[in-house]
């Protein structure tokens, strides 16, 4: 809250701690970095503690001190428009961009820029999506198009929606080095990436997919900020010494003054939420959030999120990527868990991609076997406190108190396509009826289906790492990085330029393809019936773990049973190259999809009697009773 001192200045009244929740009076009322508040008017607030003065200074020479309270310094000024250019300056050190820009106009280097929040939404009755419906699809601004927008999206929004997607996922877009990264080096959190559109080339995109029933998932990263233009250390202790991640020093989560670092990280979070009508968050890595306090920054963060969803009336929705397997992350606080929504499966993933694939280095020494796929339907997990001979320890626990609605599962990811030695999909890996076994599934699973952008089609482009630093020791850093990182895999030949130009390029999508009459446009009809088919049939879409029977069958078979008050679903999935028989339990069965059938490219042919049902090599059928059995 402000009261007026008669000279045009605002007197903030703070009697609360700058990280206590908005409504409280104080610098908590004003938001962090620059905000425009209409008619030349603009709020600057930024959490310097170390700095005894701090000046803010305009491109044209305008310069003004701040006033310093509580470790925050602040003003709220008079003529300034959008697009005002400005840094500031910490006592006499070098001019630095805010931590808290909205926009960076050339480089992570430069100027931060005013932004202008105001936009006209067309989204009024857009109340979100409960996240039981959610089926997304993960996509990266800069290669899902030729040119690498938030607007080039729209026009593919129609054909998603016509897919049967629900939910897009956009890799992070918070301003990275120059024009080309997967986004985890991004160093201004509440910056969109200029190359891709800026802020409002993103809220166009948001209003564009809420006008096609669509949600919009964004990928933050809250564990580490990337290597270049990262200044947050100059303005305050962000970092810590007391723990390590693999990106360096961790973000100061619970040691001294945490609260505010905190604030910073959720303010964030809220800013999503609320000026970009973001419908969740997909958390990058919370793993490598250090936080051993009493109450949790990712609890608060649900909490906080939570409060204010009920507020705007919009659902919104936390899901955290984690290699922990602890399902603490998505109980509910009463059940003593941190509250978020759902998390990402990557046990589904590497089984998955074992069976499938035959690769066994690495990481995929733990996984394989249709029994531990069995194990994953049932759970969510294939590791509940099991030996884990890859981390040589016992590895984590067993998802009670959670919904298989829970568990976000995919058989390509930016992840594991892009850590990949030469960054292949599936698509390059293994044949088209396994192409067509992996997505049924994940498809056909009772979680929540992940595609990867392009798989729908068969993309044959690769996806592999890429950045553009300006930095050239630090291109060497990434290169000798990379190298070093596949040092557990096996593989022939040179691992890809992540620095050079045509790296980037030739992970593009063709768009063309899907087009086609060959095996490209064919499974993207596959697709898109297959997702009908899960959209159609009760007994998955109301899925639950107690609902769901799933066990092995002969060399290489997966049987999972859905069972409702009305009608049985089973999913009967051959890995194996041979015909798997699958016995049938009485009469009233009928094929509802068999991906083996010869309208899909496969070789024909279903033998199927009232007590079982031939299914062919590397394919899956769906079987619906029409009795209760």
Not at 321 to 350: C, K, M, T, Y
Request: aromatic residues 12%; charged residues 25%; contains cysteine.
């Amino acid at each position: 809250m402000t009261n007026s001192n008669g000279t045009g200045t605002a007197v903030l009244d703070h009697t609360k701690p700058a990280a206590q929740a908005e409504h409280h009076a104080g610098l908590s009322d004003l938001p962090l970095g620059a905000q425009y508040l209409g008619n030349g008017r603009c709020s600057i607030c930024v959490w310097a503690p170390r700095s005894r003065r701090v000046t803010i200074a305009f491109s044209g020479g305008r310069t003004e001190r701040l006033q310093p309270q509580d470790g925050y310094h602040w003003s709220i000024l008079d003529d300034i428009a959008p697009g005002a250019e400005y840094q500031f300056r910490l006592d006499d050190g070098d001019p630095r961009p805010d931590p808290a820009s909205r926009f960076q106009v050339d480089s992570v280097h430069g100027p931060s820029a005013v932004a202008d929040p105001e936009f006209e939404w067309h989204d009024p009755s857009w109340l979100g999506l409960p996240l039981r419906d959610y089926l997304l699809y993960e996509l990266h601004v800069g290669t899902f198009t030729r040119e690498g927008t938030f607007e080039a999206i729209i026009p593919r929004l129609a054909e998603l929606k016509e897919l049967g997607v629900t939910a897009i996922e956009l890799m992070p877009i918070a301003q990275f080095p120059g024009s080309r990264n997967w986004g985890y080096d991004g160093v201004f959190p509440f910056a969109v990436q200029n190359s891709y559109g800026g802020p409002a080339g993103l809220k166009r995109l948001v209003d564009a997919c809420h006008q096609h029933q669509l949600a919009v998932v964004l990928d933050v990263v809250y564990n580490h900020l990337g290597p270049e233009g990262n200044y947050l250390r100059d303005f305050g202790p962000y970092f810590t010494m007391s723990y390590k991640t693999p990106w360096g020093e961790a973000i100061n989560f619970d040691g001294e003054e945490s609260d505010h670092v905190r604030r910073f990280f959720t303010e964030n979070a809220l800013y999503w939420q609320r000026e970009f009508h973001i419908d969740a968050l997909r958390l990058d890595a919370v793993h490598a959030i250090r936080d051993f306090s009493a109450q949790p920054f990712l609890q608060e963060l649900a909490n906080t999120t939570r409060a204010e969803s009920q507020r705007l009336n919009r659902r919104f929705h936390l899901i955290a990527e984690s290699d922990l397997n602890d399902a603490r992350l998505i109980r509910p606080a009463v059940a003593g868990g941190f509250g978020l929504d759902a998390q990402w499966s990557d046990d589904f993933h590497h089984c998955l991609h074992v069976l499938l694939t035959g690769e066994c280095d690495g990481y995929y020494a733990d996984f394989g076997g249709t029994a531990q796929l069995a194990k994953i339907f049932r759970n969510g997990y294939a590791f509940t406190g099991d030996y884990s001979a890859f981390r040589k320890r016992r590895h984590g626990n067993r998802p009670t108190q959670t919904s298989a609605r829970q568990f976000v599962v995919y058989s390509q990811n930016h992840d594991q396509i892009g850590n990949r030695f030469l960054g292949e999909r599936l698509t390059e890996l293994v044949s088209f009826e396994r192409l067509k076994l992996a997505a049924g599934a994940v498809v056909l699973s009772p979680f929540l289906p992940m595609l990867f952008m392009g798989e729908e089609y068969g993309e044959p482009a690769p996806f592999q790492y890429f950045v553009s630093h300006t930095d050239p020791a630090l291109v060497e850093a990434v290169r000798k990085g990379r190298l070093e990182e596949f040092g557990s895999f096996k593989r022939k030949g040179d691992v890809p330029d992540p620095f050079a130009v045509h790296t980037f390029d030739r992970c593009r999508l063709d768009w063309e393809l899907r087009n086609t009459r060959e095996k490209h446009g064919v499974l993207w009809d596959f697709y898109r019936e297959l997702i009908q088919i899960r959209k159609s049939l009760k007994p998955i879409c109301d899925a639950e773990k107690e609902s769901i029977d799933a066990h092995a069958v002969g060399e290489g078979g997966l049987l999972v049973r859905y069972n409702s008050d009305t009608e049985v679903v089973m999913l009967a999935l051959n890995f194996s190259d041979s015909e798997l028989e699958v016995s049938l339990d009485g009469s009233g069965w009928i094929e509802r999809f068999n991906s083996a059938a010869e309208k899909w490219r496969g070789p024909g042919g279903l033998a199927f009697t009232e007590t079982f049902a031939r299914v062919q090599p590397a394919s899956f059928v769906v079987l619906q009773s029409t009795v209760c059995q």
